[in-house]
């Protein structure tokens, strides 16, 4: 196994907890050194000493007024995405992370092809590794890609719908667009040799092993069909022009555009290829409907996210009365976004909005405006969008026990203040 990675593979729960907040008190410590409680901290953030708060696990910095916490993640709020590009900055891009962002040495770091699915000639021989530079050197390419969690805005299945679900209940910023570039994973599955009758590929993360409920299941790994791997996924070494993150996945990630955040392995060390199906608890267990209307084992895995629109406001934001134009954006994992729609008497009326990139990424979003005459009171603004292959926003949300793709319409509060 490659190494290069800060921690063994054997961690408990007790373990994986030390780690993390020895983590986060390194953090406070590089936080407050850094800027200086009283100072700079303090005035950006009013005096108040909560961004030296840091998320436990995350290395950056993630304050209060860019990102909402959960536990070890970190949800985007999307008043920031107001007045801004196409792209999601990597200061505000949400981080979904099962145990601790890992520091990983480039200069040490392998990734390690090897299984069945390759065939071991003499000159291709198995396991087949790629350095850093090996990667740096083989032909690049960038793509706009959104990175969406699959549990994204599932809150709303219990503060809209009245159901219980298990997981993080984000809101809607549980997804960023971002420009990654590197190399196709096609590329390097032909150069280590990919056989023909491959059929799965595992790719698996140097983050610690994740404990739950007192069971190892070992590092985050989730099988990809070859078909998918040889379509459009790149191994990604920048994120919006500089090499990725810690949090992100520096060195390398996978970016499996427009499918469950989940595919995207961060931190890539491995990658199995097999003749025959391969399975871990990330296809199995998780990510997979479960409840009413599914079998027992859960439906098929989840691919492809699902249409969603998000207000650039403040979660129950207070807004001065008079007109004004209120700016969103809407994406799907199904197809380019053809039109949005806007209510603001809680759904009786709707009006289109304007759409900014009505020819945007194939995996990116369109931003949009529309404009409103806001009076006094307590309001919910809803939003819907259509996709070009029809797929829309209904009402509510097919309930599933884990609360994955929640796409229905969401109803965003509001307070005008006259
Ligand atoms: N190795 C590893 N890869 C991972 C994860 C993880 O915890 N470990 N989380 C996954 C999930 S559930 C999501 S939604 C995305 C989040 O990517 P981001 O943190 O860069 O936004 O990474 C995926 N890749
Ligand atoms: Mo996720």
Not at 72 to 85: K, Q
Not at 142 to 165: D, H, I, K, P, Y
Not at 262 to 277: C, F, N, R, T, Y
Request: glycine share 12%; with cysteine.
């Amino acid at each position: 196994m490659a190494s290069g990675y800060g921690h063994d593979g054997d961690l408990t729960d007790e373990a994986t907890y030390e780690r993390v907040r020895g983590m986060t008190r390194r953090n406070l410590l590089r936080l407050t050194a850094g800027v200086g409680l009283g100072t700079g901290l303090g005035a950006v953030l009013g005096g108040r000493a909560r961004a030296a708060e840091p998320t436990a696990g995350i290395v950056k910095p993630t304050p209060p007024e860019l990102f909402v916490p959960h536990g070890t993640n970190a949800e985007m709020r999307w008043e920031t995405m107001r007045g801004r590009g196409l792209l999601t900055p990597a200061d505000r891009f949400f981080v979904r992370n099962h145990t601790f962002t890992p520091r990983i040495d480039a200069r040490t770091w392998r990734l390690r092809l090897w299984g069945t699915g390759l065939h071991g000639s003499p000159t291709l021989r198995n396991p087949v590794e790629f350095s850093y530079d090996d990667l740096l050197g083989l032909p690049a390419e960038t793509l706009a890609a959104r990175v969406e969690c699959a549990g994204n805005a599932r809150g709303f299945f219990t503060s809209q719908q009245g159901r219980e679900v298990s997981g993080t209940p984000w809101r809607l910023g549980a997804v960023g667009l971002a420009r990654w570039r590197g190399v196709r994973l096609s590329t390097v599955l032909e150069r280590a040799g990919l056989a023909p009758d491959a059929v799965d590929v595992l790719p698996r993360g140097l983050d610690a092993d994740y404990v739950t409920g007192g069971e190892n299941l070992g590092r985050v790994r989730r099988p990809l069909p070859v078909a998918k791997a040889l379509e459009d996924v790149l191994l990604a070494y920048e994120m919006n022009g500089a090499p990725l993150p810690p949090d992100h996945g520096y060195p390398v990630r996978l970016v499996v555009p427009s499918w469950v955040g989940i595919a995207s392995v961060k931190w890539l060390g491995d990658v199995q290829v097999a003749d025959e199906p391969l399975f871990s608890p990330w296809n199995t267990r998780y990510y997979r409907l479960f409840g009413p209307g599914h079998p027992p084992e859960g439906g098929a895995p989840l691919t492809y996210q699902n249409v969603k629109s998000a207000f650039e406001l403040p979660w129950d934001a207070t807004l001065p009365a008079g007109r004004r134009v209120l700016h969103g954006r809407s994406w799907s994992g199904t197809g380019r976004i053809r039109r949005t729609e806007v209510s603001a008497d809680g759904g009786a009326t709707w009006r289109p909005a304007r759409l900014r990139d009505p020819r945007h990424d194939r995996h990116g979003w369109t931003r949009w405006e529309v404009p409103w005459h806001a009076r006094p009171g307590r309001r919910e603004l809803l939003s819907r969008a259509v996709d070009e292959t029809g797929a829309s926003q209904p009402a509510t949300a097919a309930y599933n026990e884990s609360g994955y793709l929640f796409g229905a319409v969401v109803r965003h509060p509001v307070t005008v203040t006259g």
